[in-house]
């Protein structure tokens, strides 16, 4: 038995920067509206036929790759997590393969959403910890920008989402001391719809559906959201899986050196931190830069987090996300 580190970190976002004052002349909003509900001040949006899901992520995994010292040949696997793919199908993790030049290996797309890059760093753990594979490569992108009803009517959730990737390479760690420890993942179906694109969907709506109906207020193809019962919902399983990984490898809330939330609203990461009393120094946030940029929200914020050298050598740091599903997961890491 194996454990699994993280040897190398890397993120992209676009150049092109929109502020709560650019989305002002596109709906009723402000800035001190959005600043006060979510923390967010810009985000970045792609400037379409620059780039996509797979284009920023083949840009983060280019950096986490080079850090990490793996030669791309000894890559062994793929995990590409989204909810943004640049097609129906096929996901985005072979296009990555295609894109990088790496050799004929698996390719796994995760549909976990905000939870999605826990969710995907869980399956490569196992993987590695099994002795299956030595060197996985792990990704979250999204492009939101262009999916989003950038109107008075869908302000409520527009504001808060922005694009972005990070990426990851998980090796084999034979120190059992060091490495992820432990990982966590949860889900509960029943409140699926409160936080969820619809169509479109083979189950109910598909693109047919929408073409015949020609209706300008069908809102079944923008994201839906009920935000309070989200909130609700998010503070209480951040809590469950936060101390349930802890409790895992008997270990005390005091000590945490990182936390990295899934950045997903400023308040959620403010209860969390002052719930369990962490300072400033033991959380790190970037939605107020990058908004809830989904799967690619935790590996941009850890790698941000590690370049700024918040994160050491013997440090503990946890993960935590919670999202559309509802799912939600934690990672407890000795770096």
């Not at 793996?70 to 199908?89: G, M, N, Q, R």
């Not at 869980?122 to 594979?133: C, L």
Request: glycine share 10%.
């Amino acid at each position: 038995m194996y454990h699994s580190k993280i040897t190398g970190l890397g993120y992209y976002v676009p150049d092109n920067v929109v502020t709560n004052d650019d989305l002002s002349k596109l709906m009723d909003t402000n800035d001190e509206w959005i600043q006060e509900r979510t923390g967010i001040q810009e985000r970045r949006y792609v400037i379409r036929g620059e780039d996509t899901t797979t284009s920023m992520g083949v840009k983060a995994a280019a950096i986490a790759i080079e850090r990490s010292g793996v030669a791309k040949e000894d890559i062994d696997f793929i995990i590409f997590a989204t909810l943004s793919p640049d097609y129906y199908f096929p996901g985005p993790g072979v296009l990555v393969q295609r894109d990088l030049g790496l050799r004929t290996v698996g390719a796994l797309d995760v549909r976990n959403q905000c939870s999605g890059f826990v969710y995907a760093i869980s399956i490569a753990d196992q993987y590695i910890k099994t002795g299956m594979y030595k060197n996985i490569l792990v990704i979250g992108s999204e492009v939101q920008s262009t999916g989003l009803d950038m109107t008075t009517r869908g302000r409520g959730v527009s504001v808060i989402f922005g694009d972005g990737a990070g990426a990851a390479i998980i090796s084999r760690e034979e120190d059992l001391s060091k490495g992820i420890l432990s990982t966590h993942l949860h889900s509960e179906g029943q409140h699926a719809e409160e936080l969820a694109v619809v169509a479109p969907g083979m189950g109910k709506r598909w693109v047919t559906d929408i073409i015949a109906d020609n209706d300008p207020n069908d809102e079944s193809y923008y994201p839906y959201m009920n935000g309070q019962f989200v909130f609700k919902n998010a503070v209480v399983r951040f809590s469950e899986v936060i101390n349930e990984g802890l409790q895992a490898n008997n270990l005390e809330v005091s000590d945490i050196n990182m936390l990295v939330p899934h950045q997903a609203n400023l308040r959620i990461s403010q209860f969390i931190q002052s719930k369990f009393k962490l300072t400033d120094d033991q959380v790190y946030n970037n939605i107020q830069k990058y908004g809830n940029t989904t799967a690619a929200s935790i590996p941009i914020a850890l790698t941000e987090a590690w370049e700024q050298g918040k994160i050491k050598s013997g440090d503990l740091v946890v993960l935590a996300a919670f999202g559309s599903g509802f799912t939600w997961g934690s990672v407890i890491i000795r770096w």
